[in-house]
Nanobody
Framework: QVQLVESGGGLVQPGGSLRLSCAAS????????MGWYRQAPGKQRESVAV???????IYADSVKGRFTISRDNAKNTVYLQMNSLKPEDTAVYYC?????????WGLGTQVTVSS
């Protein structure tokens, strides 16, 4: 079992920045890929960014050049630095971890971009 706890969400003005964190506990030593997903009201959950154990990253086209995913394997934590935020980035952001073929999810953190 893997437990994930997200933090760092909040209300920010357009053009602002936020940094999300996701701390893993439990059988974190078996985690390979970690990632961030988001779900806006009335929409399906979508992938934002993922990062492998070795640091290979993949981003959604909508966030390329604005968001950066990183991980600290020693702290079992993955981060999402979000810059130049837009109103369309408003969503609940979820952390995901893949461990031995099983996906685990955090409870999510709300990000609201509004003036």
């Amino acid at each position: 079992q893997v437990q994930l706890v997200e933090s760092g969400g909040g209300l920010v003005q357009p053009g602002g920045s936020l940094r999300l964190s996701c701390a893993a506990s439990g059988n974190f030593f078996s985690i390979n890929v970690m990632g961030w997903y988001r779900q806006a009201p009335g929409k399906q959950r979508e992938s934002v960014a993922v990062i492998s154990l070795g640091g290979v990253t993949i981003y959604a086209d909508s966030v390329k050049g604005r968001f950066t995913i990183s991980r600290d394997n020693a702290k079992n934590t993955v981060y999402l630095q979000m810059n130049s935020l837009k109103p369309e980035d408003t969503a609940v952001y979820y952390c995901n971890a893949m461990s031995r073929g099983t996906g685990y999810w955090g409870l999510g953190t709300q990000v609201t971009v509004s003036s």
